[in-house]
């Protein structure tokens, strides 16, 4: 059975940082791609970025190009979202999940966590 657990969300000011954490089981980490998603209050599901770590590739939504860093242990079947110079935009519900395609052209979502919440205010 597959699970993933997030850990690290919280309460941050603004231009502060946080690192979320993902812990994963049941299936193979490190031959899989992983993602980060968000849903902020009142809105929809946004993708973030994802990790194909097999292939040494990493991607970001725009908005978050130069202040968010995905990485992955693959010995300890960790996802990490290292999370710098926050705004108050960036306050939702965070989510991992795996992907289901092999690269970012066929990214899709299997299985998701339980979800973490990120607060960006003073």
């Known amino acids: 059975e597959v699970q993933l657990v997030e850990s690290g969300g919280g309460l941050v000011q603004p231009g502060g940082s946080l690192r979320l954490s993902c812990a994963a089981s049941?299936?193979?980490?490190?031959?899989?791609?992983m993602s980060w998603v968000r849903q902020a209050p009142g809105k929809g599901l946004e993708w973030v970025s994802s990790?194909?770590?097999?292939?040494?590739?990493?991607y970001y939504t725009d908005s978050v190009k130069g202040r968010f860093t995905i990485s992955t242990d693959n010995a300890n079947d960790m996802l990490y979202l290292q999370m710098n110079s926050l705004k108050s935009e960036d306050t939702a519900v965070y989510y991992c999940?795996?992907?289901?395609?092999?690269?970012?052209?066929?990214?899709?979502?299997?299985?998701w966590g339980q979800g973490t919440q990120v607060t960006v205010s003073s």
């Open positions: 990790i194909y770590s097999y292939i040494s590739k990493t």
């Open positions: 049941g299936f193979t980490f490190s031959t899989s791609g």
């Open positions: 999940a795996t992907n289901t395609g092999r690269t970012i052209q066929e990214l899709g979502f299997g299985s």
